[in-house]
């Protein structure tokens, strides 16, 4: 019994499945066929995100701020900075 169920599958080989590219509005014809005719606008649909743009800080030189954090005021307004 298992020789005649493997020599007939043997015969009839399944062919590979290929991956088909389609649209929204095709698979919906697919799916509802003549029934529906209308257009869907699935992108109306969708809400608007605003992107919040971030605050660069300015390049200043370098070079006034290391005169301005030198000495003991200097290093008061790092510590007084980072304590809050």
């Given amino acids: 019994m298992k020789l ?3 020599e ?3 015969k009839f080989k399944k062919p590979t ?4 590219k389609i649209s929204a509005e095709a698979m ?3 799916l509802l066929g003549t029934r529906c005719k209308e257009v ?3 992108k109306a649909n969708l809400k608007t995100v605003k992107k919040e743009e971030e ?3 300015e390049v200043t030189d370098w070079r ?3 005169e301005a954090m030198s000495g ?3 290093r008061k307004k790092l510590f007084d900075a980072s304590g809050n």
Avoid: A
């Fill in 4 to 6: 005649k169920i493997t």
């Fill in 40 to 42: 869907f606008d699935f």
């Fill in 8 to 10: 007939i599958q043997s």
């Fill in 28 to 30: 919906l014809s697919v």
């Fill in 55 to 57: 605050k660069k800080e």
């Fill in 17 to 20: 499945l290929r991956r088909v």
């Fill in 72 to 74: 003991m005021e200097g």
């Fill in 64 to 66: 006034k701020n290391v």
